[in-house]
């Protein structure tokens, strides 16, 4: 069974329409730079890019979450560990506004921005 029909598999089971998972499932992009293709394949291969465009974590803190993450089967190369806590911490850090999530609201099934 692939990973996400397991997940529609659960969903359907917790009765949850995959049709509305899919929908909530639309998330940022993270943005440009000389990591962004590692950060998409190591992290967001077991979550959206949503669960780190809202982090405003330091340098140390980075660190920590690339060591967790990576002791839980992230695959991130030995030499790829620096530059991708550098990347996250250039984007993602104390110093960077807040994130505001896109807001939609549903009106004759059409999403329009409020």
């Not at 998972?21 to 890019?49: N, V, Y």
């Not at 979450?65 to 990576?70: F, I, L």
């Amino acid at each position: 069974m692939s990973k996400r029909s397991a997940v529609v598999a659960l969903l359907l089971g917790a009765g949850v329409s995959p049709l509305i998972w899919a929908q909530s499932a639309s998330s940022p992009e993270l943005p440009p730079g000389p990591m962004q293709a590692k950060a998409t394949t190591a992290c967001m291969e077991c979550h959206e890019a949503r669960i780190i465009v809202q982090q405003r974590l330091s340098k140390a803190a980075w660190t920590k979450e690339v060591e967790k993450m990576t002791k839980w089967g992230a695959l991130v190369e030995p030499q790829d560990r620096d530059p991708l806590i550098d990347y996250l911490s250039a984007n993602f850090g104390v110093d960077k506004p807040d994130y505001v999530a896109e807001r939609t609201r549903s009106t004759s099934g059409k999403k329009e921005k409020k």
